[in-house]
């Protein structure tokens, strides 16, 4: 099993920043993808950005050139620096890992969400 842990959230104004954390532990050494989902109420969980573990990224229209995702492999660490948050952007943001790459349709592992709010 793989155990996630994020940190990190949090009440920001429009056009503020913020940045998640997220950390694994367990059977990490199966672990490859690596990134966020979130999900706002009454809307459908969509992907946010993910990472493989040699770095490749991608990222979700709504979201590129706003946030930027990374990993430190040595410390099983994922981040997503979100900048110039907007209003739409408030969710649950969930974690989450996989032995392979994280798929829009969701991820074998998952941490607790962290809500993030973007007031106007």
């Known amino acids: 099993q793989v155990q996630l842990v994020e940190s990190g959230g949090g009440l920001v104004q429009a056009g503020g920043s913020l940045r998640l954390s997220c950390v694994a532990s367990g059977r990490i050494r199966s672990i490859n993808g690596m990134g966020w989902y979130r999900q706002a109420p009454g809307k459908q969980r969509e992907l946010v950005a993910g990472i493989t573990f040699g770095g490749r990224t991608n990222y979700a229209n709504s979201v590129k050139g706003r946030f930027t995702i990374s990993r430190d492999n040595a410390k099983n660490t994922v981040y997503l620096q979100m900048n110039s948050l907007r209003p739409e952007d408030t969710a649950v943001y969930y974690c989450?890992?996989?032995?392979?790459?994280?798929?829009?349709?969701?991820?074998?592992?998952w941490g607790q969400g962290t809500q993030v709010t973007v007031s106007s």
């Open positions: 989450a890992a996989d032995e392979s790459n994280l798929r829009v349709g969701g991820a074998n592992y």
